[in-house]
């Protein structure tokens, strides 16, 4: 009870100062996105994959893909929401590949709100311009912001998922963890970790509300998956053990060296300004 008395009272009205600053730091957030731009004109291979399959859909209904491949299979890589999200806006027509950037930098944006209401509602008005600050000046993140990419919406779903988990609001943050895991099936390790979190603190019943959603979700496509191309489908359940156990020796990424993944990481991922945030 105190520590909910703590966060309302820390939860006041956003004054002039912190909305000034919010904005300055969106706008430095779209600046890095506005270089990205420049220099991305063109749709790289896995967007023009995720292009592809939906425009399938949009013709057959079915997510293939006939881009950079001998013959039509289906695309059962990831989850399916992203590539059907693609399909809606290519039927609404219009410049597809610039729409679908665009979307991701819309939610890239509803991410940095996001990243804002968690640190104010946890620890006040600096710890969430610090965190919104964090995550805008991250250059992998600002990267990925005009793509036809699903990491951008997956990193949404699951900062008001948090949101919610933190709020006590057990349905809905199962609700937005299975958005995450349709969008792409990484983030059953935040459902895992959740659920663990949840059943410690508040109970099963709780931990029930944010996992079951997911687990449905995942089955639905499963069920569907196999009923349309059931072969396919185990040969990508093999993929991707294969893949998470290390197998896959073949992938040029299994060779990188151990500095040159920390370099990257450490610039890229984790930024400068996510060192001197800490």
């Given at each position: 009870?105190?520590?909910?008395?703590?966060?309302?009272?820390?939860?006041?009205?956003?004054?002039?100062?912190?909305?000034?600053?919010?904005?300055?730091?969106?706008?430095v957030y779209l600046a890095l996105v506005a270089f990205e731009i420049r220099?991305h004109l063109r749709p790289n291979f896995d967007e023009r994959i995720f292009?592809?399959?939906?425009?399938?859909?949009?013709?057959?209904?079915?997510?293939?893909?006939?881009?950079?491949?001998?013959?039509?299979?289906?695309?059962?890589?990831?989850?399916?929401?992203?590539?059907?999200?693609?399909?809606?806006?290519?039927?609404?027509?219009?410049?597809?590949?610039?729409?679908?950037?665009?979307?991701?930098?819309?939610?890239?944006?509803?991410?940095?709100?996001?990243?804002?209401?968690?640190?104010?509602?946890?620890?006040?008005?600096?710890?969430?311009?610090?965190?919104?600050?964090?995550?805008?000046?991250?250059?992998?993140?600002?990267?990925?912001?005009?793509?036809?990419?699903?990491?951008?919406?997956?990193?949404?779903?699951?900062?008001?998922?948090?949101?919610?988990?933190?709020?006590?609001?057990?349905?809905?943050?199962?609700?937005?963890?299975?958005?995450?895991?349709?969008?792409?099936?990484?983030?059953?390790?935040?459902?895992?970790?959740?659920?663990?979190?949840?059943?410690?603190?508040?109970?099963?019943?709780?931990?029930?509300?944010?996992?079951?959603?997911?687990?449905?979700?995942?089955?639905?496509?499963?069920?569907?998956?196999?009923?349309?191309?059931?072969?396919?489908?185990?040969?990508?359940?093999?993929?991707?053990?294969?893949?998470?156990?290390?197998?896959?020796?073949?992938?040029?990424?299994?060779?990188?060296?151990?500095?040159?993944?920390?370099?990257?990481?450490?610039?890229?991922?984790?930024?400068?300004?996510?060192?001197?945030?800490?």
């Open positions: 009870m105190a520590a909910n008395a703590g966060s309302g009272s820390r939860a006041r009205a956003v004054d002039r100062s912190e909305l000034i600053a919010l904005g300055a730091i969106l706008l220099n292009l592809d399959v939906g425009r399938q859909i949009t013709l057959t209904g079915l997510p293939y893909r006939t881009y950079g491949i001998y013959r039509p299979t289906f695309f059962f890589d990831h989850t399916p929401l992203y590539v059907y999200w693609v399909a809606f806006v290519t039927f609404l027509g219009g410049p597809t590949v610039e729409l679908v950037r665009a979307t991701t930098l819309a939610i890239g944006v509803l991410s940095l709100l996001g990243v804002h209401w968690i640190g104010r509602t946890l620890r006040g008005p600096m710890a969430g311009l610090v965190g919104a600050a964090v995550l805008a000046t991250n250059p992998f993140y600002a990267t990925l912001s005009w793509f036809v990419r699903m990491e951008v919406p997956l990193c949404c779903a699951l900062v008001f998922a948090l949101l919610a988990v933190i709020q006590r609001r057990w349905l809905l943050a199962g609700l937005l963890i299975a958005v995450a895991v349709l969008l792409k099936e990484i983030a059953l390790g935040f459902m895992a970790v959740t659920v663990g979190y949840v059943v410690l603190t508040s109970g099963l019943r709780a931990a029930l509300a944010v996992g079951l959603p997911s687990v449905a979700a995942l089955g639905a496509w499963f069920a569907y998956a196999a009923a349309i191309g059931q072969t396919q489908l185990l040969s990508v359940f093999h993929r991707w053990f294969i893949s998470a156990a290390g197998g896959n020796i073949d992938d040029p990424r299994m060779h990188v060296s151990l500095r040159v993944w920390a370099q990257t990481i450490v610039t890229q991922v984790i930024s400068l300004t996510g060192i001197l945030a800490t």
